[in-house]
């Protein structure tokens, strides 16, 4: 069977639990940013439901994933929106997380260490990333900023804070959170990829975002309150 998404990394995401419980197949991005989609495409591709995924500009015929945009608003999850999108109820496994990753020794051995990933997308202006980084520096030995080099040094010269940032693409980077003693970020795809994987992260609360606007248990940050 071939599925259709045009949206962005994170709602590619939210789409597999639909995508396992209608039978897997072929998933095709279309209207693409290339290095975006060639990065989710390693992580979308080990999922052992989804048989080839192919990048496009190509017209295809199959299950258009797009509709899950009629029920996306800020108080519908967004897994659940791509199943009301295909006229389906949704199911309950998915909750617990629903990203696979093949067994594989963990990257950074002997190591404890937090995973950090901020973009412009729903990012607060006025948090304060100090508080956070002293936070995570408590009960780890290194830092680590994963996400696009861009980002990262925007990052540093916001909050004029020195980590490492991690050359990762969106798979080694599933690999690397499932490992951290903790995942610090804003709404991204970083923050969808720890919902798939079912851990706990602490995410920037965005103005507009409300807590019941996700589902999988994790700490908030609301201006570093949480600390």
């Not at 290339?34 to 500009?57: F, G, H, W």
């Not at 389906?88 to 051995?109: A, D, F, R, T, V």
């Not at 004029?160 to 991690?166: L, R």
Request: aromatic share 14%; net charge negative.
């Amino acid at each position: 069977m071939n599925f259709i998404h045009s949206g962005a990394t994170g709602d590619m995401i939210f789409s597999l639990p639909v995508i396992k419980d209608m039978g897997g197949g072929d998933l095709y991005i279309t209207n693409f940013h290339k290095q975006r989609s060639e990065s989710i495409k390693k992580l979308i591709e080990v999922q052992p439901y989804i048989s080839n995924v192919i990048i496009t500009d190509e017209h295809i015929e199959g299950v258009n994933l797009n509709k899950f945009r009629e029920y996306a608003g800020h108080h519908n999850n967004l897994v659940e929106a791509h199943y009301k999108g295909q006229g389906l109820i949704s199911s309950e496994w998915w909750k617990n997380g629903w990203l696979q990753l093949p067994e594989k020794k963990p990257i950074l051995q002997g190591v404890k260490y937090a995973v950090v990933n901020r973009t412009t997308n729903y990012a607060d202006p006025n948090f304060d990333w100090s508080k956070e980084i002293d936070y995570l520096k408590s009960f780890n030995d290194e830092i680590f900023f994963v996400g696009y080099y861009e980002e990262y040094k925007l990052f540093k010269e916001t909050f004029n804070i020195s980590i490492n940032y991690y050359d990762a693409d969106f798979l080694t980077a599933a690999y690397l959170m499932q490992n951290a003693q903790m995942v610090s970020c804003c709404y991204s795809c970083m923050a969808t990829i720890a919902q798939g994987l079912g851990i706990r992260y602490r995410i920037e609360q965005a103005p507009g975002h409300t807590c019941s606007s996700f589902f999988i248990e994790r700490e908030t940050i609301i201006n570093a309150e949480a600390h």
